[in-house]
């Protein structure tokens, strides 16, 4: 067997069975173009490509260090990526106005929302007002239908 040349065994060549099965193909080459031919797995050829690796794998950090530092800035500029949310301030004032009186599925068709995108509004409102003493989420405050204007 030469350089350039790799062992393959057959279906039902198992560990301890002999040579018998195994046949000599050659590797796929791993440069194309005007460096076909020139990598040697051994020596010099071993030190270029790890040489590439590590200078592959220290660009890929750069990457995303200016990546991060790009989105960083462009928060602080008061941009946030991503999908801007389907129930804003003022849909989730009439759901939660809504909400003692008529159930979910009525509430999310009035707003042209889905049932599954208003109960993770709503749980998640509910969950922020547990967890924040702060003023500006409060319980809802819900009349008595009686008392209704």
Request: glycine residues 12%.
């Amino acid at each position: 067997m030469s350089i350039g040349e790799g062992v393959l065994g057959s279906g039902d060549c198992e560990v301890g069975r002999g040579l018998a099965g195994l046949r000599v193909l050659p590797l796929p080459e791993i440069l194309t173009g005007p460096l076909s031919g020139m990598y040697d797995p051994q020596g010099a050829g071993k030190v270029l490509f790890v040489v590439f690796a590590a200078m592959a794998e220290v660009e890929r950090e750069f990457i995303h260090e200016r990546t991060l530092a790009g989105l960083d800035t462009a928060a602080a500029n008061g941009n946030h990526g991503g999908r801007p949310p389907a129930i804003d301030g003022d849909m989730l004032a009439v759901a939660l106005r809504r909400r003692a009186e008529e159930s979910v599925t009525a509430i999310a068709k009035h707003l042209g929302v889905g049932r599954s995108t208003l109960y993770r509004t709503l749980a998640a409102y509910d969950e922020a007002a547990a967890t924040t003493d702060a003023p500006w989420i409060a319980a809802p405050r819900v009349v008595p239908p009686d008392n209704r204007r």
